[in-house]
């Protein structure tokens, strides 16, 4: 369940407060001594979803808000290409991301954010990305570890509405 729109700005209001204060590790916002994969891993969720690279993170056990920061924007190859941005943030549950940003997809020349990710509970070896109009599914044992994330800038990427469009990569006849 994600908080309707206004709590969620109010939590990114009280998020920029908190984090602009010099220790992260704050009464409310807990950074655990574990690494982002561990947390990844205690949710049923294959660590291999974020790459190698991970330079900080905060994560919040009574909301389940987690924030990853890489060292830079980088593409890591699936199946399918995924970008990660420098930020990447999301809501953490059992086998589930929602309130994901940060990732997004390639698919058929086109970028398609990434708004949640999760698997069957017991697992069944899939896991699906909800890419907004569909479920993709990958195996979930392609992410079993984080993936090298090759550096690329998001000027690669020119965003037409929700889609981001890899500029040169379709050609018109
Ligand atoms: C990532 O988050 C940090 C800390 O909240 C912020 O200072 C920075 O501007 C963000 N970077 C991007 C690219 O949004």
């Not at 690279?53 to 990853?68: A, I, K, Q, S």
Request: net charge neutral; charged share 15%; proline share 6%.
């Amino acid at each position: 369940m994600f908080p309707p729109s206004s709590m969620l700005f109010l939590w990114f209001s009280f998020l920029y407060v908190t984090s602009s204060m010099a220790d992260p590790h704050s009464l409310n916002y807990h950074t655990t001594s574990n690494s982002i994969y561990d947390v990844l891993l205690a949710h049923g969720l294959p660590k291999g979803l974020l790459p190698k690279g991970v330079r900080d993170y905060e994560f919040d056990v009574d909301t389940g808000r987690f924030l990853v920061f890489l060292d830079r924007e980088c593409n890591a190859m699936f199946e399918n290409q995924l970008h990660y941005e420098t930020n990447v943030s999301g809501i953490l549950s059992y086998g589930k991301i929602g309130a994901l940003s940060g990732i997004s997809a390639q698919d058929l020349f086109l970028w398609f954010p990434v708004k949640g990710i999760r698997v069957d509970v017991p697992s069944s070896g899939v896991i699906y990305f909800d890419v907004g109009v569909v479920f993709k599914q990958f195996s979930q044992s392609l992410f079993e570890t984080p993936p090298v994330c090759v550096p690329n800038p998001k000027s690669q990427h020119r965003k037409i509405g929700n889609q981001f469009v890899q500029s040169g990569s379709v050609k018109m006849a």
